[in-house]
């Protein structure tokens, strides 16, 4: 897409448009959404209403743009790569990034009473982007054991981490972060459940793990899960409390081995790894990340080597 430079074609000249633009949100990690507002200064920039109103209009499109895309380059994949890494690694085009904030829903413009300013929300679906992040053709085999271990079948697994847990191999606690693959792992580490253990096809329907809130199981329904989460775990998912966090961001649950047995020992239960039938419980404040300029700013250096080519 090309973007807007800012210029505005003028009798007897160019005139140069300085963006004057706000931009506040949130990264939903709970539906795997994007919201943002954005907010332009009409006043502040020079143009003038209403003949200058289509150059307002790009303008604040072209700002959403170059302020959302650093933010997006900065969500985690995984404990130690971020969307921003994929790109520059060449597993994930620019283009993909640009489609992905090009194609945000978009709730009318708005002008403020005065006409002085000029705000827009967009709403941007990180369900598109994790699916583009799949490479595999034919899942990765799910551990096995060979000593016999009875287990019951399930309808979903559900690892629950709403307090601070202890960090593997450091002397502290913490929340265990969201992130869009996160890894399982057993109190002997050993690796139960990542990405490329589901069958790929699952990705269009679930994603690999789905992020909720305390109270999501603890509703007056039958099952005590709120209908949209049962949706994905059932009504009899394997309830699971995480012991440890993991990773070099703490973004991967450590379970018990007992617990991993209930999974690997099923070849029902495997499944449910297979088709994304995976839910982790986290503290409200970690299922909410706020966006704001500041962040953005901080956030807005290009990776070394990323080349929008």
């Known amino acids: 897409m090309k973007k807007l430079i800012g210029f505005l074609l003028a009798a007897g000249g160019i005139v140069c448009v300085q963006a004057q633009t706000s931009i506040s949100g949130t990264l939903d990690w709970e539906k795997l959404k994007i919201h943002t507002l954005i907010t332009f200064d009409i006043k ?18 072209s700002q959403y743009f170059a302020k959302i895309e650093p933010f997006i380059l ?28 090009n194609n945000a ?25 994790s699916q583009k992040l799949v490479r595999h053709s034919r899942p990765a085999d799910i551990p096995s054991t060979f000593a016999p271990h009875e287990s019951a079948a399930y309808t979903g697994i559900l690892i629950i981490a709403a307090h601070k847990v202890p960090f593997h191999g450091r002397h502290t606690t913490t929340n265990i972060v969201p992130c869009l693959f996160p890894k399982i792992w057993d109190t002997e580490m050993n690796l139960i459940y990542e990405k490329n253990m589901m069958r790929p096809e ?39 409390i995480a012991r440890e966090a993991f990773g070099i961001s703490p973004t991967d649950p450590v379970i018990d081995k007992e617990d991993a047995l209930k999974i690997i020992s099923s070849e029902t ?41």
């Open 202 to 240: 699952a990705f269009s329907v679930n994603t690999m793990i789905h992020y909720t809130k305390q109270s999501s199981i603890f509703q007056n329904t039958p099952s005590g899960i709120a209908p949209e989460l049962e949706k994905i775990i059932g009504s009899k998912p394997l309830r699971i």
């Open 44 to 61: 502040g920039s020079g143009i003038t209403l209403p003949a200058g109103r289509a150059l307002a209009e790009d303008t604040l499109f």
């Open 269 to 309: 239960n495997k499944e449910l790894l297979r088709t994304g039938r995976v839910a982790i419980v986290l503290p409200d404040n970690t299922l909410i990340k706020d966006i704001n300029e500041g962040m953005i700013k901080a956030e807005s250096k290009t990776p070394v080597g990323f080349d929008r080519r």
């Open 105 to 129: 829903a978009k709730i009318p413009t708005v002008y403020s009473k005065d006409f002085n300013a000029l705000s827009a929300q967009y709403i941007i679906d990180l369900t598109d982007v």
């Open 74 to 101: 900065s969500i985690p994949v995984d404990s130690s790569t971020t969307i921003g890494d994929w790109v520059v690694q060449g597993m994930l085009t620019p283009v993909v990034i640009d489609a992905l904030a």
